[in-house]
């Protein structure tokens, strides 16, 4: 083999080897390209894993006002206030009256009353009635019930005891001759078969 063809068989060899580190070259840069594709949209995709709290993206992150209950009335509470109530009521009725309404105050609230005080107010109208004189003049009494204090409760046994402070108006003939004072009352209640009625009143 001459010299010249050996030349040419390792120029070949030469430009064969060229061609192949190319090609390499090529094929290294084209899969580090699609491994960058694939990390960028791995990024594009990736959501972080939810935390144990559990928490709302859009809760409001500053902190909650405190929501304070208001505390709970017992049962005992709430029957010393309806008997406070049912005692100012009772007081400010029963201390309402004129010779001309015919005890029509007291005839209605002997559904508040015990049988015994409903017996002894029967009585008393009942002879009212009988001495009650047409010609008499004018005579009314209002009565506003202003505090009412609690002065015994005792529902296990049930009785309980209030003193209520009243302003009275009187009125003797007309409006002209209307008198004010301040008188107090008590009112002891009991409960009567299963329910809380009116026993004793007695204005001081």
Request: hydrophobic fraction near 40%.
């Amino acid at each position: 083999m001459c010299i010249r063809d050996s030349n040419k068989i390792f120029i070949i060899l030469i430009i064969l080897l060229l061609i192949a580190i190319i090609l390499a070259g090529l094929f290294w840069y084209l899969s580090s390209q699609k491994q960058k594709q694939i990390l960028n949209q791995n990024f594009v995709n990736y959501q972080p894993p939810a935390n144990n709290l559990n928490v709302n993206q859009n809760t409001d992150l500053q902190p909650k006002p405190k929501i304070t209950r208001p505390p709970k009335v017992s049962e005992e509470e709430k029957l010393k206030a309806q008997l406070t109530k049912m005692a100012s009521a009772f007081t400010e009725r029963y201390g309402s009256y004129s010779n001309q309404s015919d005890f029509e105050n007291l005839e209605d609230l002997m559904t508040f009353m015990s049988k015994s005080l409903e017996h002894r107010t029967e009585n008393f109208i009942r002879e009212k009635r009988a001495q009650a004189n047409q010609a008499a003049i004018y005579y009314g009494i209002t009565t506003k019930s202003l505090k009412t204090e609690i002065l015994d409760f005792s529902p296990e046994i049930g009785q309980a005891k209030f003193k209520v402070s009243t302003q009275r108006q009187e009125i003797v003939g007309s409006s002209v001759n209307a008198k004010v004072f301040y008188q107090d009352v008590e009112i002891k209640m009991i409960k009567e078969g299963g329910v809380w009625v009116v026993d004793q009143i007695k204005w001081r």
